[in-house]
């Protein structure tokens, strides 16, 4: 093939990658850098404007929360160099679930540092058998691609990650495979309780998208509804996002920037007041369904 062809064709590919809605997500991601920063004690703020990314130094290494978009692997290098940090001492990554947005620099940082992978068991056999559902092909790197977790996390797993031990759960909906995560975090003398949950977006939840996974009775509904129910009561004092649109990302950022103090971080009431307004915006959405 000559130069010419190959141009063209490139061209070609690029066309079919910006009609895809979700382009915009993959592309210019530095417009949506965040100067990295401390949320409380030993976790802190690694990830961008759209994704949530967690890192926490547990002492005996570095554990990540999320490995962010795809595509946007060298920012989060760079936020942990700028906290200070070195990306080589990321012994550990969480995955939230299994999407292409948060597995971005899972392969990177486990080719290039040896860091352990961790997932929701569910979401490691959707890789496996039905790989289309990580939507990896949402992104406009065509060489990105999924991976087999080192360690797969089963409900009500208890994880020590050194001085941190991590209670997890599998709260099916978003995916099957999502997981919600319970941890102290420690500053001096104080600790606080970190409570995560690892996916809400309905994206997922259409009846056209259930159809297509399979679940033709649409089961997932009352599932995503039964697994909030099953953590809505933890005791939570940090509720930290996986999207930065899940808990007042912005105006407890305006505060720390403003005030240079980080306690905005801090409100016991946040998780579960989130928590059920999912519930109920999922029963409007739900009945929207219905109507279609
Ligand atoms: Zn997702």
Not at 24 to 49: A, H, L, T
Request: proline content about 2%; some cysteine.
């Amino acid at each position: 093939m000559s130069a010419k062809e190959d141009y063209l064709e490139f061209l070609e590919r690029r066309k079919k990658a910006v009609k895809n809605s979700m382009f915009k997500y993959f592309v210019n991601q530095e417009k949506r850098w965040i100067k990295p920063f401390n949320i409380f004690g030993n976790v802190y703020y690694v990830g961008y404007s759209w994704v949530c990314v967690h890192l926490i130094d547990t002492g005996e290494g570095l554990l990540l929360i999320d490995a962010g978009n795809c595509g946007a692997t060298a920012m989060l290098i760079k936020a942990i160099y700028d906290l200070g940090f070195k990306p080589d001492d990321v012994k550990w990554i969480i995955l939230s679930h299994g999407h292409v947005d948060h597995i971005g620099a899972a392969n990177f940082f486990k080719n290039m540092f040896g860091t352990k992978l961790y997932m929701g068991k569910p979401d490691a056999d959707m890789f496996k058998e039905r790989p289309e559902f990580s939507l990896i092909q949402e992104s406009t790197d065509f060489m990105d691609d999924i991976f087999e977790p080192d360690v797969c996390i089963q409900n009500g797993d208890e994880l020590t990650f050194g001085n941190t031990s991590i209670k997890c759960y599998i709260v099916p909906g978003h995916t099957e495979g999502c997981v919600a995560l319970f941890f102290n975090a420690y500053d001096g003398g104080r600790i606080k309780r970190c409570g995560y949950y690892g996916g809400f977006g309905f994206n997922t939840l259409t009846k056209q998208f259930l159809d297509d996974f399979g679940d033709f009775e649409h089961n997932m509904w009352d599932t995503y509804l039964k697994s909030i129910d099953s953590v809505i009561n933890e005791h939570v004092d940090i509720f930290l996002g996986n999207h930065t649109e899940n808990n007042k990302f912005f105006e407890k950022l305006d505060i720390l920037n403003k005030t240079g103090s980080n306690e905005c971080f801090i409100d016991e009431n946040e998780w579960r007041t989130y928590l059920n307004s999912k519930k109920e915006e999922l029963k409007v959405f739900i009945s929207n369904q219905n109507k279609v």
